[in-house]
Structures are given as C-alpha cells and as structure tokens.
C-alpha cells in the first residue's frame, strides 16, 4: 500500500450539500483505480492550520504509522467519484455539514491545498449472472451511487432508492430513473431499512439479482438481518456499506471506555470466525447493540 501526496486542482460546488474537489499531482503517479464503482480511500488531513503541511503516516506490513516526533493525521474515508489517470487526476465528493475535520477542510478548501491518499479498495462484488440490481443510499453514498450507474452493463436492468436531506440536494444521475426520498442524513431518522424492504419485499424472485445499500452505519445494522436472514441471500447477492455514524467521536469514546474484557470479547469475534462474513458482523452488531453502541 502507498500513501500518496495529492494537491488540489480545482473546489466545485454540485449542490448546496456537496462540494467535487480534484485532485492531483506528481504525488498520484502510481496510483492505480480498482475499476470497482464504489472503490474508497482515506484521506489524511493537515494537523495544523498549514493547508500544505502534512503529517504522513508510513505503510508498514500491519498497514501504516506516524513517523516518531510528528503528529498523527487526521483521517476520514471517502468514495473515489472518478479516476483520470490521464491526468493524474481523482474527484473526490465531499457533504457539507457544519462540524467535522473534513467538512471543516472542505469548506475552504482551494487549488494548492494538499491531502494524502492511500491506495483504494472497491466492495461492490456482483455474481457473473447479474441481470438486474436495487442500489439503495442515503447522500453520503450519492457519488458512489453516481459511478457505479456509470459503469453498469447495457441490459441490466437498476433500480435506484436515494434518502436525501432535503430537495436541494439533488443531483443528475446517469442511465436511469431514480427515486428520490428525503429525511434522515443526521437531521432525521433515517428510513434506509424501510427503503430496503420497500424495494426488495418478501417473495421476490431474488434470481440473477443483487443489492448494495451504503449509508448510516447504525441504520444498516437492520438492513443486513433483513438481506440475510429474513430474505436469505448469499453473501454474493448483497453488499451492506456503512459510511458514517452519527457523533462518531462520542460513539468511539463510549467504546474505548468499555471494560477491557468486552472489548477482547469484540475483537475475539474476528479472530475467530464461525460462519461467513456476513453472518459474522451480524453477530457483533447484536453485540454492539446489546452495549447499547
């Protein structure tokens, strides 16, 4: 894995609730697209108020560190939009709220600023037989949504269940119709397991089909049960992707302040697996639910 140096080219507002901003550079020579539509990468952050000052980590066999006697990275996770290794150059969309590090960056982001940025990795994994897909996400998984339309097959017929904030936040979607809901997003709660139900109800002929939901982290604990146990689809036939969870810092605190003993037992669901993957973060939700996580 590398981390990469990349400056930005150019800040464009899409809409009142999201901001495109390029990158580029020497820095991106050797960064190489997965292809996949909702490929994602971390991006590392100044520390300071130096918008060209960056402290990057390192990549180590166990992933990477911060070099002794600098500081750590801010860091944050975002969907690449587009790739034009052309140009080494990669689109990075990013929603605009009030509080947060990279919302905070964003908002006065301009040419010149740099980020880092790691190598990506794409989770959308379609059977060989696909004939048709329900793709279902609240707006932070809009640019995801956006390329994987772009890069869908002709002859497979998508369906598409985007919850937005508000009208305002609508954007224009290759290929095909969308359907367009608003609430959730952190301002409501959010409706994506009713949107899940509503798209893909019980008794569907589920043959040659697949459906990714990407979104509020806590509200897709719902959605994978319903994918994989109430309808019974295959780990192949669905991709769950939690994007954020509401107050991250204080739901992370609550974490580490767990008993040492509950936190090996989480960790201790990973290192030894029964089941598939699925059924795997299945269980550990139940468990972070249980703690009240």
């Known amino acids: ?169 609508v954007q224009s979607l290759p290929g095909t119709k969308v359907t367009w809901t608003y609430g959730g997003n952190g301002h409501e709660a959010s409706r994506l397991a009713e949107l899940v139900s509503a798209a893909i109800p019980p008794g569907t002929d589920l043959t040659g089909g697949y459906i990714w939901v990407a979104g509020e982290t806590n509200a897709l604990r719902t959605v994978r049960r319903y994918l994989r146990k109430e309808l019974g689809l295959p780990a192949t036939r669905f991709k769950v992707v939690g994007y954020w969870i509401p107050d991250a810092d204080s739901w992370n605190e609550r974490y580490e302040a767990l008993p040492d003993a509950v936190r090996a037992e989480l960790v201790a669901l990973w290192d030894n697996p029964v089941g598939d993957e699925e059924d795997l973060t299945i269980r550990y939700e139940a468990r972070l639910s249980d703690l009240g996580l």
């Not at 990469?4 to 020579?29: K, S």
């Not at 490929?39 to 130096?50: A, N, S």
């Not at 990057?56 to 500081?71: A, F």
């Not at 989770?123 to 390329?147: C, E, F």
């Open 1 to 169: 894995m590398t981390i990469h140096r990349a400056v930005v080219a150019r800040v464009q507002p899409l809409t009142a609730t999201m901001t495109r901003v390029t990158l580029h550079g020497e820095g991106l020579v050797g960064f190489e697209s997965t292809g996949v539509g909702d490929e994602y990468v971390r991006l590392f952050f100044p520390h300071g108020p130096d918008r060209s000052d960056l402290s990057l980590p390192v990549t180590t066999e166990k992933g990477w560190e911060t070099p002794e006697g600098r500081p750590v990275a801010p860091m944050r996770t975002y969907t690449v939009r587009a790739v034009r290794p052309e140009s080494r150059e990669i689109d990075v969309d990013f929603v605009l709220h009030d509080h947060g590090v990279a919302s905070t960056w964003v908002a006065g982001a301009q040419p010149g600023d740099a980020l880092g940025v790691n190598d990506p990795t794409g989770l959308y994994s379609p059977p060989d037989d696909l004939a048709w897909q329900v793709l279902i996400a609240d707006q932070t998984g809009l640019p995801a949504v956006a390329r994987l339309l772009e890069n869908t097959p002709d002859g497979v017929a998508t369906r598409v269940v985007v919850e937005l904030p508000g009208p305002e936040a």
